[in-house]
């Protein structure tokens, strides 16, 4: 799995849109981006995943480089229930997923 | 939604003592998961389970650990001979066909051994 990159902690103001960043400059051409999102100690939430096009589904947008080495998610309007551990994971498939350290977000009121 | 669930929610249990913890991955699911969290620490891989037999496992996954899908809906991990340092919350997945299909997570059973 590609190694990857994400700053410790965010703080986003309610409403406005949260823009996380992952870099993955080790990232193989068949490696896809996906996103998980960890609430308190609940399971890892799906977010979205992408190979070389932008994604956007009803939950974030993707924006993936042109040369892949870097990525961002971005939450148009963030809440407070957004708050959570977010993170970024290089993988060839999704059956083995590597768990970093994530960024943790704090919605603000 | 479809949802993969996990009971229980909570388990409590002696050092030394045998465990299994159930999931129930979405239904036309064909892949299946276990990861483990302790306290404060990252989510790490413990093993894969496809057609009735291991595909991956880690190097935390060793002999006391064990995974059996033993009918059509079920999916559990036994661990034999608990340790204090088996405390952690137990995650399962699941994902369907196709490579690059995302893994869906239940929200975990917290085991703690005493």
């Known amino acids: 799995d590609a190694k990857t990159t994400q700053p410790p902690s965010m703080d986003c103001a309610e409403g406005r849109a949260a823009n996380l960043p992952c870099n993955h400059s080790?990232?193989?051409?068949?490696?896809?981006v996906y996103w998980y999102r960890q609430i308190h100690s609940q399971g890892p939430q799906y977010i979205i995943h992408?190979?070389?096009n932008n994604e956007t589904n009803e939950m974030a947008s993707l924006i993936i480089t042109e040369d892949r080495k870097s990525s961002t998610l971005i939450l148009p309007h963030a809440t407070l229930r957004d708050t959570a551990v977010y993170y970024c994971?290089?993988?060839?498939?999704?059956?083995?997923?590597?768990f970093g350290s994530g960024t943790q977000l704090t919605v603000l009121p | 939604e479809p949802e993969v669930t996990q009971t229980p929610s909570h388990q409590v249990t002696q050092m030394g003592q045998e465990v299994i913890l159930r999931c129930v991955p979405i239904?036309?699911?064909?892949?299946f998961y276990w990861y483990r969290q302790i306290l404060g620490q990252k989510v790490e891989f413990l093993v894969s389970?496809?057609?009735?037999?291991?595909?991956?496992k880690s190097e935390i996954f060793d002999d006391q650990f064990s995974v059996e899908r033993p009918d059509g809906s079920n999916f559990t991990l036994k661990i034999r001979s608990t340790k204090l340092e088996d405390s952690a919350m137990y995650f399962c997945?699941?994902?369907?066909?196709?490579?690059?299909?995302?893994?869906?997570f239940g929200d975990g059973t917290r085991l703690s051994i005493l």
């Open positions: 080790t990232i193989s051409g068949n490696e896809y």
């Open positions: 239904s036309n699911h064909l892949y």
């Open positions: 997945a699941s994902t369907g066909q196709g490579m690059d299909q995302p893994q869906h």
């Open positions: 994971i290089g993988s060839g498939s999704a059956r083995q997923l590597t």
């Open positions: 992408g190979l070389k």
């Open positions: 389970f496809y057609n009735n037999e291991i595909s991956e």
